[in-house]
């Protein structure tokens, strides 16, 4: 076991670990999925939800996740052998391995329409763009049925690529420098979209808290949005914190990264309704909000498409390293436990998520092929991938997370691994967390979820 632990590789060091975690994290949750869902649920008021979700419940499971996967330098299920005997727990490994296949199935998709966005407006496809014609060319991409497709197994390609290459050198190289260009560019975007007519308008829908918006439905869509945006619950901030170092701080790396990627949201958010308003466009557009806004922001600004271009690829990127975080789960299971060697995990699994995928860039539109087909309370495969993943399986995955870490764990485990063997002096912050944990964490995911299922009502 100790040759095993000493052969698997790890990030360099503590900037590192924070740029490839937050390079899970960040992705099109934050500039496709969170604007967009926002804009379903009416905003503020979702948002603030939201922030109480991320604090709450996302970071404690988050420290939770690293506790795990640094302590055993395992994959999700490898770890959870090794940290209890009993097959209850292994539950958390069998939904985290779901989770990842429900997720890549419509991931992928969208991801492959953000790098087809790429080549549109390298084209010059945008050129004179208006809103009308923003969600004619949307409808379009998204319709197909072959282009979505192919764009689809061309981003496949490229996360199986780099994934074939390794942890380190994959992961580090990309993360460590795009992430804070992407991070300007948004800036970029909001300011821009600021000084539209009518900008104010967007604002107000961002910020100004309007409770009468908030049904049990959307606070478990607010649940779910946390643990999809902080790629928690299913084992990949195990996964990544079994690659970490013995002297990263897993609760400040979780509070940072959980503050970058909101940072990150509310940033799009800001480039987007502002647009959605200026341009008479409705804030419950849905997927295709982001397709049919940022080219609107852009035009008419010099070089606007050249940043229209470099949008979408810096996008196209956060995408594809949040990708391979969440194939990495699969592979590392299949590699570690099944024995299989790292390239045949890679392309096996890569096969499976675009046969099952093609269901979900089938269904995107109601005009798709498989548009009208309803497979799981009237929604077709692209929402019922997203809903069971999101909000189903990872609030569960979380759930159990929380439970384990804060009741079966030993504290004085905990403790060692949350202090760095007590390098850090930060026994008060650990025990605040565990009491968080074993408290506020479950009983919040619970009200959630019996709320959503209407067996309590507020
Ligand atoms: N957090 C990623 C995003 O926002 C998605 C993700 C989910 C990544 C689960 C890993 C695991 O795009």
Not at 64 to 93: C, D, Q
Request: aromatic share 14%; hydrophobic share 55%.
């Amino acid at each position: 076991m100790e040759k095993e632990k000493i052969n698997r590789e790890s990030f360099s060091g503590t900037l590192a670990v924070f740029f490839a975690t937050l390079g899970s994290a960040v992705g099109l949750g934050n500039i496709w999925k969170f604007p967009y869902v926002v804009g379903k649920n009416g905003g503020a008021a979702f948002i603030l939800v939201y922030l109480i979700c991320v604090a709450f419940v996302g970071i404690p499971v988050m420290v939770s996740e690293f506790y795990i996967g640094r302590k055993t330098h395992k994959n999700v299920m490898g770890a959870l052998k090794e940290l209890t005997p009993n097959p209850l727990w292994k539950t958390i490994g069998v939904f985290g391995i779901l989770t990842a296949y429900f997720i890549m199935f419509y991931y992928s998709c969208v991801a492959g329409w953000v790098y087809s966005y790429i080549f549109k407006a390298l084209k010059g496809d945008f050129t004179n763009v208006t809103a009308d014609s923003a969600s004619t060319l949307f409808g379009k991409t998204v319709v197909g049925p072959w282009p979505p497709l192919v764009w689809q197994f061309i981003a496949m390609a490229v996360v199986s690529l780099i994934l074939i290459k390794g942890v380190e050198k994959g992961i580090e190289r990309v993360t460590k420098t795009l992430i804070p260009v992407l991070f300007v560019l948004i800036i970029v975007c909001g300011i821009r979209a600021l000084t539209l007519p009518g900008a104010s308008e967007g604002l107000k829908f961002l910020f100004k808290v309007d409770f009468s918006q908030i049904t049990p439905g959307a606070i478990l869509a607010a649940m779910g949005l946390a643990f999809f945006k902080l790629s928690l619950g299913m084992g990949t901030m195990v996964t990544y914190g079994s690659y970490f170092t013995k002297d990263t701080n897993l609760i400040s790396t979780s509070a940072k990264v959980a503050v970058a990627d909101t940072i990150v949201s509310l940033l799009a958010g800001i480039a987007i309704f502002p647009t959605v308003f200026s341009f008479g466009m409705k804030p419950e557009a849905g997927p295709g909000l982001l397709f049919m806004t940022i080219p609107l922001v852009f035009s008419k600004l010099p070089f606007g498409n050249i940043l229209l271009v470099a949008f979408f690829f810096l996008t196209a990127i956060a995408a594809t390293t949040a990708m391979i975080s969440i194939v990495e789960v699969l592979i590392a299971y299949f590699t570690e436990e099944k024995g299989f060697k790292r390239s045949s995990a890679v392309i096996i699994n890569a096969i499976i998520i675009l046969l099952m995928g093609s269901l979900a860039t089938l269904s995107a539109d109601k005009a798709s092929v498989l548009g009208n087909l309803s497979v799981f309370f009237g929604k077709g495969f692209f929402d019922t991938f997203d809903f069971i993943s999101s909000n189903i399986l990872m609030p569960i995955g979380g759930l159990l997370i929380a439970l384990f870490v804060g009741y079966i764990v030993k504290k004085q485990s905990l403790i060692n691994e949350l202090s760095n063997n007590e390098n850090l002096k930060n026994i008060g912050l650990i025990t605040t967390f565990k009491y968080v944990l074993m408290g506020i964490t479950p009983i919040l995911l619970i009200i959630v979820f019996l709320s959503s299922l209407n067996i309590i009502k507020f």
